[in-house]
């Protein structure tokens, strides 16, 4: 008797020491994740865009640029530029970004004072972009092992079911680069585009929170999506960043040519 219990006991164990997969025909974590990363994977889209950078006090500075995307031949990876057109301090200011599926990105910042574009290196995706409370690594989604993902539960944000994913850096090297201990991203059922996402810094603190608002249909037949306003706070500095889209045109034609370095210092 005494050695059928422990049999029980042994097979009851084996059992609860099994992670839990996702049941046939649903999606796992990885797979949301995968969803998440391509549905703004739009062809080609021009934008002018408005970012407003409010301290702690409550005092705002305002800035405008423009920005071309393109998505690469592969069907997987981007092409980005953003010039910045106003205020006089940041006129000029240009940020390139050429994503690679088997390598680092490609990264590049002209700043008008120096007359000359620097080439941004992994450790640098942890640093402010132009000033904002958004990192470098955050301007276009990192790839989705850069993270190991669990699938938590679901929640309602915004009135949409979302998913709520752990995303947790896949090696101290990703750690020390974007500057996350982890992350918690609440994605859409409906269209996995992210509402919310929570960082947390290396030493488990919260560190940042995004929301992503007025998602928008941008290519019904690819069911690419686009949030046309987003705001990131800075719950350790008080600071917060938010940026809206103000003008949109998706699908224009768009040269490989102007995601070049040469390009970004024409002012």
Known sequence: ???????????????????????????????????NFYVTKI?????????ILVNDKGQTRERKSTTLAKLQANGVDSSLVVKFLTP?????????QIEHSDADDDQWIYLPALKKSRRLVANNKK???????????????PKVDTY?????????????????????PADDSVKRN?????????IRKDNF?????????????LYKTQTATEHKLIEPDTKRWLALRREMVNHQTG?????????????IPVADAEFTARNIERE
Not at 239 to 251: A, N, R, S, V
């Open 1 to 35: 008797m005494n050695l059928k219990i422990g049999v029980i006991l042994g097979s009851l164990a084996a059992l609860l020491a099994v992670p839990a997969f996702a049941a046939p025909g649903e999606l796992s974590a990885r797979d949301i994740m995968e969803k």
């Open 43 to 51: 062809k080609t889209l021009k934008s002018d865009s408005t970012m």
């Open 88 to 96: 006089a301090d940041i006129k000029g200011t240009g940020f390139l």
């Open 127 to 141: 640093d402010s972009f132009v000033g904002s409370d958004f990192a470098y690594g955050d301007i276009l989604l």
């Open 148 to 168: 190991k993902h669990t699938l938590l539960r679901s929640e309602n944000v915004g009135g949409h079911n979302c998913y709520v994913i752990e995303s947790l």
């Open 178 to 186: 974007m500057g996350y201990g982890k992350k918690f991203s609440w």
């Open 193 to 205: 585009l992210e509402s919310k996402v929570e960082y947390y810094d290396v030493g488990g603190r």
């Open 239 to 251: 600071h917060k960043t938010i940026i809206t889209f103000d003008k949109i045109q998706p699908g």
